[in-house]
């Protein structure tokens, strides 16, 4: 990729430099879980995964979302979202990336708002929930979250 096209397509870098030291050091452990995500558009409100971004506020819950604990304050997360390569589409008009990001809500007490007992329950060690969204309301797409 050129600079021309970096900097026509990007506008912020992150350049990390991870050291599992979980090799050398019996005390750290990293864990990774790999999340599959689809978002699909469907008429009724409960099978819907197409939510749009945080604007669309009716919506924007019913994107893919993904239930994480941080156990422990030292504890770090670091969050991956992963876009299929979507050049196989081109020949139908639709080879284009979407766009997409994610935001961490922390999920408190809350159980009769969000109506999901089986989640909002637990309210010990602090549980974060990670919602990705596809910023528009008509798109379909594939996504691979990382943790």
């Known amino acids: 990729m050129s600079f021309t096209d970096w900097c026509k397509n990007f506008t912020d ?19 990774e879980e790999v999340n599959f995500g689809k978002w699909t558009r469907n008429s009724d409100p409960l099978l819907n995964r197409c939510g749009g971004c945080v604007n669309h506020r009716q919506t924007f819950l019913q994107n893919p979302q993904y239930l994480f604990d941080v156990t422990k304050e030292s504890d770090e997360v670091l969050i991956s979202l992963q876009q299929k390569d979507r050049k196989i589409y081109r ?37 974060f929930r990670y919602a990705q969204d596809d910023f528009s309301l008509d798109d379909n797409g594939d996504a691979t979250f990382t943790s």
Request: overall charge negative.
């Open 91 to 127: 020949k139908e008009g639709q080879g284009d990336y979407l766009s997409m990001g994610f935001n961490i809500l922390k999920v408190t007490c809350l159980q009769d708002f969000f109506g999901d007992d089986d989640v909002f329950i637990a309210c010990g060690p602090e549980k």
């Open 13 to 31: 870098a992150d350049i990390c430099h991870l050291m599992n030291t979980s090799l050398i050091s019996i005390q750290k452990n990293w864990n």
